[in-house]
């Protein structure tokens, strides 16, 4: 995905750089690839396999309508159903934002910002143009603490998705009113 560039990166010295960063020259910082992958995962819409592969058994997720899914299990169980009207699915990254180096219950991890612009293509019958939603992605990744889970050896600890669902509802009704008429 193009659009992973990191603008800002700062780390547990709380170092500040403003310059603009590709992934290429971020290699070493593996959350960064991780979240590309999970991205990349969830914008195939196949959510197939183990929850683990991405989420810790303990990630906690809040998403921007107030719901909060605890437990890897079930917040793979309810993005199951979450996108499953869905056709099609691409986050457009505008922004990255890292903060490496972070110390969360002991354990050292990153926090991933993505500013994003996320098109949904539902399925037939309500198919048609994109509907398009800015919204604020927040990942916490750390190190997977059971072997053979993960991916790359990290995983989701926390996820936070900030956005206005609203804009799905609305054109959602709107194209199911037009199905009526």
């Not at 072997?147 to 998705?161: C, P, V």
């Not at 206005?164 to 609305?170: G, H, P, S």
């Amino acid at each position: 995905m193009s659009g992973f560039r990191v603008i800002e990166r700062y780390t547990r010295s709380e170092e500040h750089s403003d310059e603009a960063t590709d992934v290429a020259s971020t290699a070493s910082l593996s959350s960064l690839s991780f979240i590309q992958k999970y991205t990349n995962k969830v914008d195939s819409l196949d959510l197939s396999g183990s929850f683990s592969a991405w989420y810790a058994p303990s990630a906690t997720f809040y998403n921007g309508d107030g719901s909060v899914y605890d437990g890897g299990k079930k917040i793979w169980e309810w993005m199951h159903i979450l996108f499953s009207p869905f056709a099609k699915m691409e986050h457009l990254v505008k922004i990255t934002r890292v903060l490496d180096g972070l110390n969360s219950t002991g354990q050292i991890c990153d926090l991933l910002i993505l500013e994003t612009e996320t098109s949904f293509w539902l399925k037939k019958p309500l198919d048609g143009e994109a509907i398009r939603a800015p919204r604020l992605l927040m990942f916490l990744v750390g190190p997977t603490t059971t072997q053979g889970e993960g991916m790359d050896g990290l995983q989701i600890w926390e996820a936070k998705a900030y956005w206005n669902t609203a804009v799905l509802e609305k054109e959602i009704r709107r194209r199911k009113a037009s199905l009526q008429e």
